[in-house]
């Protein structure tokens, strides 16, 4: 557990965590920007611990470094690679701290014990051990940790997955009893959608960890899951701000009963699945579990399932997958089909899921049928449908992934004010 012994008593609200991401620290100028910042952060006598990734490109580059070696590299070994990102980025902007006139000092992951599990390249952190960076922060310093890295229990160093220095500053906030944990990133806050697909998508000026925790695993990448849940977990209020202008930003925290909640907060979008068709299988018990057992064993995790029975006593299965996973899951299932005596099999990865999330949704009906009217009026066919008490999920053609955030945006009057 994260700093449990940490957790007594109030959170102290002079120390802050600031997270900058890629984009943020892209060039020598954005590193001394950032270090402007967190420079006047501190001047107005705020404890500073920031977190940065690598700078933008850098993560993407190694790996197709390591791709070039070999397709299927070895995860020990690109865990060492990609974590050498964040270093780069620590040092200089410990140096940029420096020489602005602010004492700074960087640390890897394995240097202030971001102690993680040993699942390379997707590692969860399990401790954190603050003592090294209290004593800096005691003595005034500013201190700047690695993101997106951590050690395991034999010393190897670890990844936590893409997107993963949200969950460093998030780990970090919690053990460290911070007051407030700020995501600075590359646009102004949390918007009702992204808004480099619909430019007229608003800012949300407050969240809850429910609502983001969903539309961050409905494919919000603006902050990483797993730092959603641990802000959750730890109660740690999170604010989405932009590096590059003023402004209040997204405040995420726990629901606040005085303040009503929104029908709708937000379209999200899935580009990363693939949906995998079984054709004509016995309608029967057991086939389900025949059927998806060995993509269980090759360790593929499943998101969407539907079963639509024929006439002819014969059932269609269909499921989604991981796109990286789409070649091993078609494999799989074209043995299985063999053996099952299936019409056959089919796959498409040319798809994309898109959301409606939601917490008012619960006390509401009638979403479903605006949202598949909406879409019916532009034409857009509905390949799949999933639901749950806060979020409405269809899968389409990729080729109508604009049009459709767009016709949903403004079906569900995203773009206007609230009341
Ligand atoms: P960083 O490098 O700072 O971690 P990311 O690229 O991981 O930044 O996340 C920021 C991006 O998330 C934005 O540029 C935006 O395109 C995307 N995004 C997706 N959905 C949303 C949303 N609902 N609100 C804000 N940004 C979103
Ligand atoms: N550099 C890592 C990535 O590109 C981690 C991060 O930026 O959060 O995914
Ligand atoms: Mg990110």
């Known amino acids: 557990m994260i700093g449990a012994r940490d957790r ?26 950032v270090a402007a910042l967190v420079g006047a952060t501190h001047a107005r006598g705020h404890e500073v611990v920031v977190v940065v990734s690598a700078m933008s490109g850098e993560t993407d580059r190694l790996i197709a470094l390591a791709r070039k070696v070999t397709p299927r590299p070895n995860a020990r070994e690109l865990d060492v690679l990609l974590a050498t990102g964040e270093q780069v980025t620590i040092a ?91 995501i600075y990133t590359d646009v102004d806050g949390v918007f009702t959608t992204d808004p480099r697909i619909v430019p007229e998508a608003r800012r949300l000026e407050r969240l809850t960890y429910e609502e983001m925790l969903e539309m ?14 641990f802000a959750s977990k730890y109660n740690v209020p999170l604010r989405v701000l932009s590096s590059f202008r003023d402004g209040g930003g997204t405040l995420i925290t726990a629901e606040d009963p005085a303040i009503e909640q929104p029908l709708i907060s937000g379209i999200t979008v899935n580009r990363d699945e693939a949906k995998l068709t079984v054709l004509g299988v016995p309608d029967k018990p057991g086939i389900a579990a025949r059927i998806l057992v060995p993509i269980a064993e090759a360790d593929i995790e499943v998101d969407m399932i539907v079963q639509n029975v024929g006439a002819d006593a014969t059932t269609d299965f269909t499921f989604t997958v991981h796109r990286n996973d789409y070649a091993r899951a078609l494999e799989s299932l074209k043995r299985v089909a063999a053996e099952l005596r299936a019409r056959g099999v089919e796959g498409d990865d040319r798809i994309v899921k898109i959301s ?59 773009d206007r004010a609230p009341g």
Do not use: W
């Not at 603006?222 to 730092?227: T, Y």
């Open 216 to 229: 961050a695993s409905l494919g919000a990448k603006v902050l990483q899951i797993r730092s959603v849940e």
């Open 92 to 182: 200089l902007l410990g140096m940029a701290l420096e020489a602005q006139g602010h004492r700074a000092r960087s640390y890897t992951g394995v240097q202030v014990h971001i102690l993680t599990d040993s699942a390379h390249n997707k590692a969860r952190i399990l401790d954190i051990d603050g003592d090294r960076v209290r004593r800096d922060l005691a003595e005034g310093t500013i201190v700047v940790v690695a993101g997106f890295q951590g050690v395991d229990e034999h010393g190897d160093i670890t990844t936590l997955g893409r997107g993963g220095s949200d969950t460093t500053a998030v780990a970090l906030a919690a053990a460290l009893k911070a007051g407030e944990c700020h």
């Open 356 to 414: 409606v999330v939601g917490v008012g949704m619960r006390s509401h009906a009638g979403i479903a049928s605006t949202m598949f009217q909406a879409l019916a009026g532009e034409g857009i066919n509905i390949r799949m449908i999933s639901t749950s008490e806060i979020k409405i999920s269809v899968v389409v053609d990729e080729r109508y992934l604009e049009l459709g955030v767009r016709t949903l945006h403004s079906a569900f009057r995203l």
């Open 8 to 33: 007594n008593g109030p959170p102290d609200v002079t120390l802050i965590v600031q997270k900058f991401g890629g984009t943020s620290v892209g060039d020598i100028d954005r590193i001394r920007g």
